[in-house]
């Protein structure tokens, strides 16, 4: 049975053996007559005890124990190293060694750490450096070449800021750089940042008051705080956005996924598996952004490591799911295929053209006529891409129309396939032809650039009258200027004709002419009917009158 005491070490409450306890004491008495010389060794006794604390805190959790004994205090005792090991050094030597560099490179054991005493904005990049061997500078040019090139830079250099833990304490600055935490270390440190504190308060006293120092940090401030507003409002309109698609997805507001934006392509069961992972890519980093502006503007503690970390995992996980779904959509595009199709058209001299609107239901003989497509999201099955073309033929031949259905697929057959899938046709009733405004895909059919191009072939000759609601469909023909040549508002023609010539399909109307050419013939006109008596030569003489012209010749 042993006897056991409890002690205080850094806020630390320890369960001890007396004996191990007698070491120990013995030990920290060693150290403060060293170190206790002056006031500016205290930091060096705290840094040291608090070292000590963290390993018999560890002693503990890793054997599950709640004592300390004898072997304990001796492991960190090795550890740490005494005050005899080093106390009988030549000051020389001990010199020498305190400013020799580290060449050793990358050592197993050290911590990828934040260095705050070496940093532009976080120690990101000098903590890089002492990691694997490197300057801290050609660490920060690596990052900035990324940030130029694409941008990638930056979000690598904020993801790594929030995972990075900062070196606070003496003994997170060794393990940074690969050093034992040893007392010897602990001293070779202090002095050389007491050495750097007397050089930077020399150099200090040549430097800007602290007014305009303080007038900089608002700024700073300022700048810092418009940049958390304006991430904070971007999380926000986030949040939004999802929530707005979210309500779309489950139909409680109007689906607006159908005619534009990247969701229409996919398969509706992907859709908010996407959603999630576009929302988590674009939001994790932001949020992490955001905190580390508060941390850095309001010196707020930093994010627990097991929290980032998952954040980390998550953010990655969403990244590939965009990546796949992106991969699995940019297939159903690999092939494409086009289907002809001609059908002949029963010849007129006049055609008339028009558009029938395939949303409107009519009533023919009591019963309605439309589309069958069952689905609440009619938009996903009617497209409008469809071009319409005419081309000249001999007057001779036979007037017929050609259908081209084009669809792409992640393989020829399925491109073949959905083309042949496609439903439309022109309607002819005697002179009067008749294109669908739309057509139709099949039910459950994802839009994989579906389109319809129709070509007539009429002879030359033939004359055409097509109604402004094909405008956006007409293909090489000038509609407008067409138009523009009826002395009417252009708003009343609805109609516009047109003729098949040997050079194509032209304007059935002249063009209109100028205000001059126009005043040229008034004023041919009033010659004609002007009574007048032009003089050609002395001995003639040309009378233009309203009833006819005279030549009168004098006798010389």
Request: net charge negative.
């Amino acid at each position: 049975m042993n006897k056991t005491i409890i002690i205080n070490i850094n806020s630390i409450v320890f369960h001890i053996e007396e004996d191990a306890y007698e070491v120990l004491r013995s030990y920290m008495i060693d150290i403060q007559k060293h170190f206790g010389q002056s006031e500016d060794s205290r930091e060096i006794l705290q840094d040291i005890e608090n070292r000590i604390s963290e390993m018999f805190t560890e002693k503990i959790q890793a054997g599950s124990k709640e004592v300390l004994n004898m072997e304990d205090v001796n492991a960190v005792i090795d550890q740490m190293g005494r005050v005899s090991d080093f106390e009988s050094e030549d000051q020389d030597d001990y010199s020498s060694f305190r400013h020799e560099p580290n060449t050793n490179g990358f050592k197993v054991g050290k911590k990828l750490m934040r260095d705050p005493d070496d940093r532009v904005f976080s120690g990101v990049c000098s903590g890089l450096g002492h990691f694997f061997g490197i300057e801290s500078k050609w660490v920060r040019l690596l990052f900035a070449l990324f940030v130029i090139i694409g941008g990638s830079g930056l979000l690598v250099y904020v993801i790594l800021w929030i995972v990075m833990p900062p070196a606070i304490t003496r003994a997170d600055k060794m393990e940074m750089r690969g050093e034992a935490p040893n007392i010897q270390n602990f001293k070779r440190s202090f002095d050389e940042e007491m050495s750097g504190v007397r050089d930077t308060f020399s150099r200090g006293l040549d430097r800007t008051g602290d007014g305009v120092t303080k007038l900089l940090q608002i700024i700073v401030k300022a700048i810092g705080v418009f940049f958390v507003i304006l991430v904070g409002i971007t999380l926000i309109g986030l949040i939004i956005g999802l929530i707005f698609f979210a309500l779309a997805i489950v139909n409680v507001i109007p689906d607006v996924m159908d005619d534009s934006g990247p969701f229409y392509l996919m398969d509706p069961s992907d859709v908010p598996f996407a959603l999630i992972a576009g929302f988590l890519s674009i939001f994790i980093p932001l949020a992490g952004l955001f905190y580390l502006l508060l941390r850095v503007l309001f010196e707020k503690k930093p994010m627990n490591n097991y929290l980032t970390t998952t954040l980390f995992l998550v953010w990655l996980a969403s990244i590939g799911a965009i990546i796949y779904y992106s991969t699995s959509v940019a297939k159903e595009f690999r092939e494409s295929s086009t289907i002809v199709e001609e059908k002949p058209l029963q010849r007129q001299p006049v055609y008339f053209l028009s558009e029938n609107d395939v949303r409107v239901i009519r009533l023919k003989n009591g019963v309605k006529t439309g589309i069958g497509i069952k689905s609440e999201n009619l938009s996903s099955y009617l497209k409008r891409d469809i071009r319409i073309r005419i081309e000249r033929i001999d007057s001779l031949q036979a007037p017929y129309v050609r259908y081209e259905y084009s669809a792409k697929g992640s393989t020829y057959k399925m491109a073949t396939d959905r083309a042949a899938k496609i439903n439309y046709a022109l309607k002819q009733d005697t002179a009067a032809l008749i294109f669908d405004s739309a057509f139709q895909l099949s039910e459950g059919e994802r839009y994989r650039d579906q389109e319809v191009n129709v070509t007539l072939f009429l002879p030359v000759g033939t004359k055409l009258v097509i109604n402004d609601n094909l405008e956006g469909k007409l293909r090489d023909i000038s509609f407008y200027d067409c138009r523009d040549r009826y002395n009417k508002d252009l708003r009343d023609v609805k109609d516009v004709e047109f003729i098949v010539t040997s050079l194509g399909v032209k304007c059935a109307l002249p063009p209109k002419k100028s205000d001059e050419e126009e005043g040229e013939d008034s004023d041919r006109n009033e010659v004609v009917i002007a009574d007048t008596s032009i003089v050609i030569r002395r001995d003639t003489i040309i009378n233009a009158k309203k009833d006819g012209v005279s030549v009168q010749i004098k006798n010389k």
